[in-house]
T-cell receptor, first 115, second 109 residues
Framework: GAVVSQHPSRVICKSGTSVKIECRSL??????MFWYRQFPKQSLMLMATSNEGSKATYEQGVEKDKFLINHASLTLSTLTVTSAHPEDSSFYIC???????????FGSGTQLSVL | KQEVTQIPAALSVPEGENLVLNCSFT??????LQWFRQDPGKGLTSLLL?????REQTSGRLNASLDKSSGRSTLYIAASQPGDSATYLC????????FGPGTRLSVLP
């Protein structure tokens, strides 16, 4: 089946620094990728939809200037958490595919801890 | 606004039992519904995808049904095994993806 690679799997950073998370579709082209975050014991929450070659679409309440999304190619989308703070500590997951007839495939997730 | 709920929130069963997980959604205007499993601290694995025009899908010991008009889906797991222990999530795709809160399953040896 389709494979989505996400890294790093875990990152610890100091407050105020920026962190970049990469999401790659390894064996298929993904015109659309999705970014989610998940707090402990809570459901996945969609943050934004990343479209190749255009600006991402952010969900209500998600700061686009804080969570920068770049989808420069059909196989790579990146999420940059800028000026991270402890409240940004969460599990971030990307996915590719999905849509009308397509399965949604997920990366393995990134556990971000901001000290 | 689409809302997805899952019952039960947690379930603990002895190995070998057949079990049913439930997913309900409020807006029946969906394209498909998907079931996932999530292992602790890891990403999600897609289990079954049911298109809105389908009634059920089967994969191995898993069977998922969809009743779009009543806003319900069930995931049936036959002959449960300790390796099935995980959180099971359903997600509906309409205007966007909406996930349920999940059911934490523990299968005891």
């Amino acid at each position: 089946g389709a494979v989505v690679s996400q890294h790093p799997s875990r990152v610890i950073c100091k407050s105020g620094t920026s962190v970049k998370i990469e999401c790659r579709s390894l064996d298929f082209q993904a015109t659309t990728m999705f970014w989610y975050r998940q707090f402990p014991k809570q459901s996945l929450m969609l943050m934004a939809t990343s479209n190749e070659g255009s600006k991402a679409t952010y969900e209500q309440g998600v700061e686009k200037d804080k969570f920068l999304i770049n989808h420069a190619s059909l196989t790579l989308s990146t999420l940059t958490v800028t000026s991270a703070h402890p409240e940004d500590s969460s599990f971030y997951i990307c996915s590719a595919g999905g849509g009308y007839h397509e399965k949604l495939f997920f990366g393995s997730g990134t556990q971000l801890s901001v000290l | 606004k689409q809302e997805v709920t899952q019952i039960p929130a947690a379930l603990s069963v002895p190995e070998g039992e057949n079990l049913v997980l439930n997913c309900s959604f409020t807006d029946s205007a969906i394209y498909n519904l998907q079931w996932f499993r999530q292992d602790p601290g890891k990403g999600l694995t897609s289990l079954l995808l049911i298109q809105s025009s389908q009634r059920e899908q089967t994969s191995g010991r898993l069977n998922a049904s969809l009743d779009k008009s009543s806003g319900r889906s069930t995931l049936y797991i036959a002959a449960s095994q300790p390796g099935d222990s995980a959180t099971y999530l359903c997600a509906v795709y309409g205007q966007n993806f909406v996930f349920g809160p999940g059911t934490r399953l523990s299968v005891l040896p």
